[in-house]
């Protein structure tokens, strides 16, 4: 008569351990997983919100048949650089402990709705530079009082003109915010620079400091 042999304690606790180790390894997997889909989406949020700015710029340009400008001379009074003017590097929009361009808009109102009337070319760029602040903020998606919406602790900058050898007449918009963790430092501006903490050490560090570029070439009359 043959015997029946099952499992021992030994054998069970020891496919124990090995089925735990895999978990942990794919709870590892899966970590990393939802670590690069949010760190996808917050870089897709802050080029949605780069190009946008770029476009506004580029379709300002046609105001500027009514400057001052003198054929031949600098363009110091261009549209691009009333955006590089409104949102410069030293005081990059989205700081919610101000908000001066989205609060002038919709707070103090003395930026008018250039959606409603009609609009000087510095008060269009200050109306696209506080239509942009608040989405940065945002403000397209709340709960409460909250404004849930957006990328986290995003910052903006148009600088420029930039020096060769980009093409004349070119702008750089960029789109900082906080990373998950320290990768590596960003070397397209230094928008935002400084603004940004090391969770794990509490630290300022700029290699948690994300950055997207947007370079906008625009037309100077000759």
Request: hydrophobic share 40%; charged share 15%.
């Amino acid at each position: 008569m043959t015997k029946t042999r099952g499992f021992t304690l030994i054998e069970v606790m020891v496919t124990l351990v090995i089925l735990m180790f895999g978990l942990l390894g794919l709870a590892g997997l899966i970590v990393k997983g939802h670590r690069a889909v949010y760190e996808a989406y917050q870089r897709y949020q802050a080029l949605t919100l780069g190009n946008e700015l770029a476009e506004r710029i580029k379709s300002n340009q046609a105001m500027l048949a009514s400057s001052t400008i003198v054929p031949g001379t600098p363009d110091n009074l261009s549209i691009a650089n009333l955006y590089a003017a409104g949102a410069p590097l030293a005081t990059p929009l989205g700081d919610p402990g101000t908000a001066a361009k989205w609060n002038a808009l919709t707070v103090g109102h003395t930026i008018p709705d250039c959606g409603a009337v009609i609009c000087t070319r510095q008060n269009l760029v200050d109306y696209d530079l506080g239509v942009w602040e608040g989405q940065l903020l945002g403000v397209a998606e709340t709960r409460g009082i909250s404004n849930i919406g957006g990328i986290i602790n995003a910052r903006s900058c148009v600088e420029g003109p930039l020096a060769a050898p980009s093409p004349p007449n070119t702008y750089r918009v960029s789109v900082s915010w906080q990373g998950d963790m320290p990768t590596t430092t960003p070397t397209s501006s230094n928008c935002g620079i400084g603004l940004y903490v090391n969770a794990a050490t509490g630290a300022v560090d700029d290699a948690t400091r994300r950055v997207v570029s947007i370079d906008v070439t625009i037309f100077v009359p000759l």
